[in-house]
């Protein structure tokens, strides 16, 4: 009885060590393949940037101001 208890108390502690490096392996894993995945695309919203576009030109016409309003809309 008191080797069993020994036996299975090794195999707790074995666990606990060996946990965290296979759920952080996992996580990397899971990573890796979003990033194979992803698109270099970026979806935008048409009808928000196009307003933002124009609003944007009109304000500053053209230059870093105007790079500076369509970045600060997300587009």
Known sequence: MLQKLGLAGVFLIAGFL???QAT???GVAGL???ATHAS???Q????SCRFWY????ARWGGGWRF???LARRGC
């Open 54 to 57: 124009r609003e944007c030109r």
């Open 67 to 69: 790079r500076r309003c």
């Open 32 to 34: 890796v393949t979003e």
């Open 44 to 47: 935008v919203q048409f009808r």
């Open 18 to 20: 060996w946990l965290p």
């Open 40 to 42: 270099i695309v970026e």
């Open 24 to 26: 952080s392996a996992a």
